[in-house]
């Protein structure tokens, strides 16, 4: 089947900001989606990005993709407290009709 | 703010009980999905729907079964709990807009099987 890799820890400091990366194998991704979980919580839609496009900015968010190496990766800037959780890419697989989830990055943020 | 619900939102329970998880989207969404969380770990796809009767297995082969009798209402159940079963369950609905399917989930039923 289809995988998505990503680093599974992120610390960084209050206000610096974090860049959380993510592989995948699948070259029929349509379109690549972020999500945040929040301790407790289910999935919030951050972001996404079309398989087309290069980058796309989203106030403090920024996603890049490298489609040719299958690379994405998502930017906050500014980070706060408030952005310390688990985020997920998870693409769009047109040959399997469905999202596939990487293991999740979980971010914290420190004063 | 996606309006999808899940009951109960904790659940403790002994082994050998039927339990059944609610899901209701007030959203109108044909397809609705459930997936198994494990601390830490990835979203698996255990069963999906794209309407009423319709209702097909997820890629993680799953002891629960679901039903779709209304749009709305997607239940899941396990007719006889395991500890194999303790895990997060999350309910989700997608809709198709501007040329992408987008998905939204419910908060989660973390369940514990004693």
């Known amino acids: 089947g289809e995988d998505v890799e990503q680093s599974l820890f992120l610390s960084v400091r209050e206000g610096d900001s974090s860049v959380i990366n993510c592989t995948y194998t699948d070259s029929s991704s349509t379109y690549l989606y972020w999500y945040k979980q929040e301790p407790g919580a289910g999935l919030q839609l951050l972001t996404y990005i079309f398989s087309n496009m290069d980058m796309k900015q989203d106030q403090r968010l920024t996603v890049l993709l490298n489609k040719k190496d299958k690379h994405l990766s998502l930017r906050i800037a500014d980070t706060q407290t408030g952005d310390s959780a688990i985020y997920f890419c998870a693409p769009f697989s047109g040959g399997y009709n469905k999202l596939i989830f990487g293991a999740g990055t979980r971010l914290a943020v420190h004063p | 703010e996606a309006d999808i619900y899940q009951t109960p939102r904790y659940l403790v329970i002994g082994t050998g009980k039927k339990i059944t998880l609610e899901c209701s989207q007030t959203?109108?969404?044909?397809?609705m999905y459930w997936y198994q969380q494990d601390p830490g770990m990835e979203l698996h796809l255990i069963h999906y729907s794209y309407g009423v009767n319709s209702t097909e297995k997820g890629d993680l082969s799953s002891e629960s079964t679901v039903s779709r009798i209304r749009t709305e209402h997607f239940p899941l159940t396990l007719e006889s709990a395991r500890p194999s079963h303790t895990s997060q369950y999350l309910c989700?609905?997608?809709?198709?807009?501007?040329?992408?399917?987008?998905?939204?989930f419910g908060p989660g039923t973390r369940l514990t099987v004693l």
């Open positions: 959203m109108g969404h044909d397809k």
């Open positions: 989700a609905s997608s809709e198709y807009v501007a040329g992408r399917d987008e998905q939204f």
